[in-house]
């Protein structure tokens, strides 16, 4: 996961997507990834229409092709990890090109690559469409308890701060001479850590202090009308919707492919 | 490495979402104690913290390197309630933020990466520094808490494997790999907190949570010679009751809908591994694992219990475990108080 984290995650737009209120596009994704995962690995259909529907998403919501794809390299260790289960896998095996493969590790790779996929897109376009602040409003009005909330919302705020603190430090580290190459190296970056650790909760102490200056009792105010109304509801809920009629349909008519 | 969507199935993810829900509400209330109102904002900045913390690559061995995970650290700094707050917060940022980490996998990241290397590393913190005293106790026992901390959540992901993985690796074969990477990493790690939790130690020692009985009481001396030893006045915010009951009954009540519910569509074919077992010819004469007789064993193929009816059961049972942990940390708690 060291990768990956540096990108531009919100992309300022005013399409449909965009204006949905947060809390429905949050429980559409989670519902629609739980669609997905719950889907037998089997049915081919069912994952192909999964992935036409959230094209679907993209196009609606103007996001380029390039962005879903620069940030889907967050994905890449599980792609290896998958792609290496075929060969340690257990069972059956089949040699196609001379390469000795097994079996239930190939469907178990498939499963995986598909399913992380599809969930890691949907989590794309939700983040793409969804001012940061407003995602973690939209989850406290999905009853996710406000503390929680509070904290992930003076990270978000604090991240790039503390971020810019570590650049700073490995600059001045580099600047230096230093090179982490063996285990003899780490005492340096532990020492660069405990500083660090020291500088961020020295910021929060200083944040508390200022913000209970300005009458901070302990809960923030939420300033925006978040209500959302049926429509919007329904309009968000055509994803998860059209993944659940596909899923209920191949499990009732059985037209979903090779195994089902 | 963060779990994705599609790695564990439908039941695993579901019972251990419903177990990361029970232990965040518990460290909600913890953390109250640990922190009062200063929470918001001193675990937010922590949080920050362990997220570019867990940037920091390390090298491990000639050309590999691995990256802090951050549990034990955060919970020896900070004490583990917080801390179990603050990891589930970086796993939650980085699931909706960052795509790192499924949605339908929050939880099982939440239990592994948060609540498994944070009881496990403050458990093995406090039984050293119970038992000896001073600075350098301190450091060692970080460094055995993180050590232990890293494997112990790698077996963890290993016997969630072993439950509902989807992938038909022998469970020797990832018990083996996963121990053996992971004890090697966390060697890695166990260096980086000590060095860490030494390093703050010697700038700011009040700010180490696992450190706090090491401050020598204040000794007020006056001009007329006598001698006034102010004792440690630690102030306890008593915890606001019922905040947490609503989420955390929400949450009980979708689990176990979601696993009556959703397990019907679960497919009907052999998992990897049975299908692994039925190939090589291990099925009949294996005796089953120790629930083999059970009803619920095979989530119901056994007894004759409808699919849905055993993923209820099944969820009540993890929670009543999971919330008997809780209890009885709750009560060791306040009887330390």
Partial sequence: ???????????????????????????????????????PREWFAAFGTYALLLAGVVLLARIPPGFVLRRMAIEIPFVVFALAIPFVGTGERVSPLGLSLSLPGLWAAWNILAKATLGVVASIVLAATTEPRLMLLGAQRLRLPPMLVQIAMFMLRYLDVIMDEMRRMRVARESRGFTARDVRHIPVIARSAGALFIRSYERGERVHLAMLSRGYTGS??????????????????????AALAVLLGTALFGTGGVGA | ???????????????????????????????????DDRTAPMAGLVAAFIFAVQMLNFPVAAGTSGHLLGGALAAILVGPYTAVLCMAVVLLVQGFF?????????????TLMGIVTVLTGWGVFRLITQSAHGRAAVTAASFAAALVSVPASALVFTLLFWVGGTAPIEIGTVAAAMGGVHVLIGIGEGLITAVTVATVLAARPDLVYGARGLAAPLVLRGADGDVTVTPDTVERVPAPAGKARPFLLAGVGLTLVLAGVVSFFASGDPDGLERVAEDEGFLAQATGHAFGSWSLADYGDVGGIPVGVAGVVGVGITLVAGGAVAYGARRRDREGA
Avoid at chain 2, 9 to 21: E, K, L, P, Q, Y
């Fill in chain 1, 1 to 39: 996961m060291g990768a990956g984290h540096h990108h531009q995650l919100y992309r300022a737009g005013d399409t449909l997507v965009h204006r949905l209120p947060p809390q429905c596009k949050l429980a559409a994704v989670a519902a629609f990834a739980m669609a997905v995962v719950a889907t």
């Fill in chain 1, 220 to 241: 923030m105010p939420v300033i925006q009308d978040l209500t959302a109304s049926a429509r919007q509801w329904l309009l968000a809920g055509t994803l998860p919707g």
């Fill in chain 2, 98 to 110: 960052f795509a790192d980490g499924g949605l339908t996998a929050l939880g099982v990241n939440i």
């Fill in chain 2, 1 to 35: 490495m963060h779990v994705p969507d599609g790695f564990f199935n439908v039941a695993v993810s579901v019972s251990a979402g419903a177990v990361a829900a029970a232990g965040t509400a518990v460290c909600l209330r913890g953390a109250r104690r640990e922190l």
